[in-house]
């Protein structure tokens, strides 16, 4: 938590000055966010997860997994490297968000990717749609709903209590910072596309939030 934060938006006063107390008032009021202390002081909670959307190939053969992506372009003065993070935040009960940026450094990149994040946060409805468990809980999603990337698509089902996260573990990540602990997953398209994978999976939740129940 920034303690030395100098809030910059009337939103940011109104949640220094504790007119505004939950995310929730954020939402229904439909403010935008764009200071992530914001979020920082209404979820106390709140965690960051780096996504491994990088890969070298690693000695023996295989792709060893890397936490950002480096890529290179041709410059008059030799080659310019970009370097790419995705990050995702959420308070493992209800909240999430990701964030992807670029940067000349990993650092930099991540630090970027962070703020996008907690910005980017969105409720995750949970329940549980299982015909199977039929429990009322919210250890799942409400129902079976789909979300896209580029050309990448993605189907959340509702999975009984007990299942576990059946998805890679990239996908688990934004699982658990969600506070989803049953689901399963059906993907089309380029799976190995790890940026659009998980910017589909949280258009799924996005797209839950937009269905009237
Ligand atoms: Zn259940």
Request: glycine content about 12%.
């Amino acid at each position: 938590m920034a303690y030395d934060w100098v809030p910059k938006t009337k939103l940011g006063k109104s949640v220094m000055n504790g007119e505004i107390t939950s995310l929730d008032k954020i939402f229904e009021q439909g403010y935008k966010i764009t200071e992530p202390e914001i979020v920082e002081k209404l979820l106390p909670g709140l965690k960051t997860e780096i996504v491994f959307i990088g890969g070298s190939p690693g000695k023996g053969g295989g792709i060893k997994r890397t936490p950002t992506r480096r890529t290179a372009r041709m410059h008059r003065s030799g080659r310019r490297y970009k370097i790419s993070a995705l990050v995702i935040a959420g308070n493992e009960d209800g909240y999430v968000g990701i964030g992807k940026a670029v940067g000349t450094e990993n650092r930099i990149a991540i630090e970027k990717a962070t703020k996008l994040a907690k910005i980017n946060i969105i409720p995750v409805q949970r329940g549980c749609g299982s015909w199977e468990c039929n429990c009322h809980g919210t250890h799942s999603i409400p129902f079976t709903t789909s979300g896209k990337s580029g050309s990448n698509k993605i189907v959340l089902m509702p999975a009984p209590k007990g299942i576990g996260l059946c998805i890679g573990d990239e996908g688990k990540k934004l699982m658990r910072l969600a506070g989803i602990r049953d689901i399963w997953v059906k993907s089309y398209g380029n799976t190995r596309a790890r940026v659009n994978f998980l910017s589909a999976l949280f258009n799924v939740f996005k797209n839950i939030n937009k269905t009237k129940t």
